[in-house]
């Protein structure tokens, strides 16, 4: 290795490279490592997970008891998962998009507001995921939800807002993903030729009418990918929704928005710490693991496919 | 509203309040639109503003030594009840204002009954008037009662709560490094066979299936270190606990190598064709271009990957919850060790909103918070150069 380093002698051609034959043989083992580390995981969980999932397990509930092999199933979590991550879309998506407008579309390049903005979307993207769900619980929880709750219901024994329940968890989840959504909202934005702005201001049309007409059209493909990874993130995040929303066991379904849920990623942790029989209720663990991957993988395999077309459309457009 | 609006000036009518290209006079709507729009952008930095507000909120009675976790505490005989004001026998009986007010005179006797009879239990203890949360007891060994030696102990349970941060400290650290330990080769390796060495043909599906593996949510690499690695490993290396360090790190790394390849595959990539092709031309192997030219250039990069790959690895939160076992201060990689976000998943929940143990929590959230924001900082810094001295360069 030292030798290659100095001058000249790296390049010598007379014979057999060996530092070059070495050095490709391990970057390329490595990513090989990678690949099958992914192929051990996903076939691990496939192969045990596919023999225990049928349609009742998919379509019933925990009446009878969570930790019930033959009887319980995941209907409440999937309808749990899927509306907290829906409702978090909503928060999310205007938001997101809104900021990348400004940054992209508004603001100087170079503008240190420009600077400070992105730095704290990169800082965001880089806060723990637990140290969301304290925030949840801190912010959403014991400072909105509780003052909440002395203006809408000051008699109220009970506190209605001021505990754990869907739409807090989904705020979290909202501020967690704010990042993801930014990030491809720009890049879909980026891409887009400066010629199609300048033609519709040169038509006569406002900065607001050009970005809402031609370039948000325009991105929204890069949108989609962008909100589709932050669902798929969200979908399998489990430390947010612990302190804000996410039950141990509930009766039914989620009614309202006040309400606590019953949540996949939540319960594969549950199954897989607070078993009282881990070697009994594993079969519910597989397939509640493989319900849960498919749905996270299903949709960041559509996110990649919807990128992959937007990139070759943007090729045909430049 | 029109008159605040800028009008367009003959000279520099491309150039708006907000140093825009604008088409012509802005319309009313047109500027509450921009101010909205502002408005909604600078939700990050009010995010971050936020969350750090409101988990210092919570930590400030820790961090200013204004918390008792004294078990004996000084006691009011219940016939002084008549002599105290109702706001100190409020304090001193930890009630809501509201609770206060709907407690009748009988409620309240018998409350301060049961906090003598408590603090007659606890006299015997000589650990018992010991305020626990006070710095000295977060940082340093105390020889507890029933222990031979001064020791570092985090046991929030029992008479008296032992909140010594040092086990989580160093339990987050030692995971977290041999997390990287193993990561920072396998994902940067990669990350040069991917964007140097593959053809690119190859590198159009490599790359994509690698991110597959950070598509993955961790609490499912959390379930498959628990019930595959473990058994694997313990088979391997025949270590007696079968939850320690080294399994929560080898599953953290899995977690980790996603986002140091990405990050550092960016960076990579990067570097202008023009510096490799310059190699090549001079008669260098693919290899040497990219391990003596692509590498070096793109090494600030590659740094922050790592430091960024860090900030997650200290922050994974369900991995090392499921993993992990016993807090102990040991730096041996095959003895169990409870990191700090573990300790806040498993306890939380458990602690009595606004005592001192769910405040140590928040104040070990804070903890972590500020190490996180300053390791971001550090790699968006080192990030930022980068690019500006590559684009600068190309």
């Known amino acids: ?318 | 509203m029109l008159a605040e609006a800028p009008k367009p000036s003959a000279g520099k009518r491309t150039h708006g309040w907000m140093g825009t290209l604008r088409g012509h006079r802005a319309h009313p709507m047109e500027w509450i639109a921009e101010k909205l729009i502002f408005a909604v952008s600078l939700s990050a930095i009010l995010m971050i503003f936020l969350i750090f507000l409101f988990i210092g909120r919570e930590a400030l009675p820790i961090l200013f030594g204004r918390m008792n976790s004294a078990a004996r505490q000084e006691v009011i005989p219940p016939d002084q009840i008549d002599k105290i004001s109702p706001e100190k026998l409020q304090a001193y009986l930890e009630l809501t204002p509201k609770e206060f007010a709907e407690m009748d005179r009988e409620t309240k006797i018998a409350l301060m009954e049961v906090r003598v009879e408590e603090a007659q239990e606890t006299r015997n203890h000589p650990d018992a008037a010991i305020n626990t949360t006070g710095w000295r007891y977060l940082l340093f060994p105390q020889k507890w009662e029933g222990y031979s030696k001064p020791e570092y102990i985090w046991q929030p349970v029992g008479q008296v709560h032992k909140y010594n941060i040092v086990p989580l400290l160093v339990g987050s650290f030692k995971v977290s490094a041999i997390a990287m330990f193993l990561a920072i080769p396998v994902s940067i390796g990669a990350a040069i066979y991917v964007s140097q060495l593959a053809s690119p043909r190859t590198r159009e599906w490599l790359k994509p299936s690698i991110e597959m593996l950070s598509g993955i949510p961790s609490v499912v690499l959390g379930f498959f270190a628990l019930l595959v690695m473990a058994t694997v490993l313990q088979r391997v290396f025949g270590y007696e606990t079968r939850l320690n360090s080294f399994l929560a790190g080898c599953a953290l790394s899995l977690a980790v190598i996603t986002l140091v390849f990405s990050i550092s595959e960016d960076a990579l990539t990067s570097v202008p064709r023009s510096y490799t092709q310059a190699a090549l031309a001079l008669g260098a192997s693919k290899w040497e271009a990219a391990c003596q030219i692509v590498l070096p250039a793109a090494l600030p990069g590659v740094f922050a990957a790592a430091v960024l790959g860090f900030g997650r690895a200290l922050g994974e939160t369900m991995i090392v919850l499921m993993t992990s076992a016993a807090s102990v201060v040991s730096w041996s990689i095959f003895d169990p060790a409870r990191p700090i976000t573990a300790t806040i998943a498993a306890e939380l929940l458990e602690a009595v909103v606004g005592g001192h143990h769910y405040r140590m929590l928040f104040m070990l959230g804070t903890l972590l918070f500020v190490f996180t924001f300053v390791l971001n900082l550090m790699g968006d810094l080192v990030m930022h150069r980068l690019k500006a001295r590559l684009e600068g360069k190309a």
């Open chain 1, 1 to 318: 290795m030292k030798d290659s380093t100095r001058p000249g002698v790296g390049l010598k051609k007379d014979g057999f490279d060996w530092f070059s034959f070495l050095g490709t043989g391990l970057t390329g083992l490595a990513t090989w490592l990678i690949i099958a580390i992914l192929c051990v995981i996903i076939g691990n969980i496939l192969y045990q997970g596919w023999p225990n999932l049928s349609w009742r397990f998919l379509t019933s509930g925990v009446e009878e008891g969570m930790f019930n092999v033959e009887k319980s199933g995941v209907l409440p979590m999937i309808v749990g998962t899927a509306s907290r991550v829906i409702l978090m879309t909503i928060f999310v998506i205007p938001v997101g998009v809104i900021t990348a407008i400004y940054i992209t579309e508004y603001a100087h390049t170079t503008s240190p507001l420009i600077r400070l903005i992105r730095g704290a979307v990169n800082n965001l993207a880089g806060v723990p995921s637990v140290v969301f769900g304290l925030f949840g619980l801190g912010f959403f929880i014991g400072f909105v939800g509780r003052n909440m709750d002395a203006v809408l219901n000051p008699n109220s024994a009970q506190p209605i807002w001021g505990k754990a329940g869907l739409l807090w968890a989904s705020l979290t989840l909202a501020v967690m993903t704010l990042p993801v959504v930014i990030v491809a909202t720009e890049e879909a934005l980026k891409a887009i030729p400066l010629g199609l702005r300048e033609a519709s201001l040169a038509l006569g049309a406002t900065k607001l009418q050009t970005v809402l007409r031609i370039v948000l059209p325009q991105a929204m493909p890069g949108i989609m990918t962008g909100g589709i990874l932050a669902v798929s993130r969200a979908a399998g995040e489990v430390a947010p929704i612990m302190f804000t929303g996410a039950a141990y066991f509930i009766h039914g379904l989620p009614k309202s928005l006040s309400d606590q849920f019953m949540d996949l990623g939540y319960h594969v942790y549950i199954l897989s710490t607070q078993s009282p029989n881990i070697e009994q209720t594993r079969p519910l663990l597989q397939a509640t693991v493989l319900v849960l991957l498919l749905l996270t993988f299903s949709l960041n395999i559509v996110a990649i496919l919807i990128r992959a077309r937007m990139r070759k459309r943007l090729r045909l457009l430049h």
